[in-house]
């Protein structure tokens, strides 16, 4: 006997055993009902038992019959699923996208849902790090990086102004009148927030708003910048942020600035880089539009 039978004669089988007719299998299998009567003589043979009992009318199935078929209907269920899975992996294209965590946490994700709409068949897995990508040596199609100028080596689209701003709680606002002017006297007695990742953001701001007499590393610091920015909505002090990644929440008003003025970074800002060959790639030509329009909207 064959270790495998026939798959024809399985499938013969599985409908005749399933509609208990070979009429009904026939037309199911759009053959003659003579060749599904061979394909199941055959399994048989090869089986070396007899799954039917056969009636002048009708079919029935033997107990060792239904016992194979509800086996081969497991299996054929394994099958479609199996070519479902790959049907539709070959349809949905998975883009592998890398940002830093407040980046993608206050910006990308709110926005992504308007992506997926527009685009149900592409599908985004993002990721978060600190660190610089190799894309020679990364399964990565593209990131979202801070930079003065990508290297010529890569792709490089610009995608929002990166200016500093300082923010607080409403709330914490109204308990400190004194903040209506950036002054030494105003900030000198407030915790500033800090990001660890970004230590140097207060020093700029202060250095360019000409303000003095205040130490720009005094305060609470925290590992990320989305952490010092929920600490900032929850009252714990006056954060310095990238406007861009706390514009929702300056919308929301669960963020204030209490000064006007803005420190604009210029060149060094966020840009998408990539390999210029993804560029052919349908999928990322679309997630690469879509981002840039978005970013002007925010703009």
């Known amino acids: 006997m064959r270790t495998l039978p026939s798959l024809n004669a399985l499938?013969?089988?599985?409908?005749?055993?399933?509609?208990?007719s070979i009429q009904l299998a026939a037309d199911e299998l759009n053959v003659t009902p003579a060749a599904v009567s061979r394909q199941i003589k055959l399994l048989e043979d090869q089986l070396?038992?007899?799954l039917f009992d056969r009636g002048h009318r009708a079919i029935t199935l033997t107990p060792m019959g239904?016992?194979?078929?509800?086996d081969i209907v497991?299996?054929?269920?394994t099958l479609r699923t199996a070519t479902i899975n790959l049907t539709e992996a070959r349809r949905r294209r998975t883009l592998k996208i890398r940002a830093y965590t407040t980046f993608s946490m206050n910006w990308l994700l709110p926005?992504?849902?308007t992506f997926h709409r527009e685009y149900p068949d592409i599908e985004v897995s993002l990721t978060t790090s600190l660190q610089a990508v190799d894309f020679n040596a990364e399964d990565v199609d593209a990131a979202i990086r801070l930079s003065h100028t990508p290297s010529s080596d890569v792709g490089s689209d610009r995608l929002v102004p990166n200016e500093l701003v300082p923010v607080c709680s409403p709330e914490f606002l109204h308990a400190h009148p004194e903040l209506t002017d950036a002054t030494a006297s105003s900030l000198r007695n407030v915790p500033l927030l800090h990001s660890l990742?970004?230590?140097?953001?207060?020093a700029k701001w202060l250095d360019?708003?000409?303000?003095?007499?205040?130490?720009?590393?005094?305060?609470l610091s925290y590992e990320s910048s989305i952490l010092a920015y929920f600490a900032a909505t929850q009252g714990h002090g006056i954060a310095i942020a990238q406007r861009v990644l706390v514009a929702d929440q300056?919308?929301?008003?669960?963020?204030v600035m209490p000064f006007s003025f803005v420190l604009d970074l210029g060149a060094y800002t966020y840009y998408l880089v990539y390999p210029p060959k993804h560029l052919a790639s349908p999928e990322f030509a679309a997630f690469r539009t879509w981002l840039l329009s978005t970013c002007d909207e925010q703009v």
């Open 74 to 77: 497991r299996g054929f269920e």
């Open 111 to 113: 926005r992504l849902s």
């Open 197 to 202: 990742a970004r230590r140097e953001d207060w």
């Open 208 to 219: 360019a708003a000409g303000v003095r007499g205040v130490n720009p590393l005094s305060g």
């Open 11 to 20: 499938r013969a089988f599985e409908v005749c055993g399933r509609l208990l």
């Open 66 to 70: 239904e016992r194979y078929l509800t």
């Open 250 to 255: 300056l919308r929301a008003g669960t963020l």
């Open 48 to 50: 070396g038992v007899l």
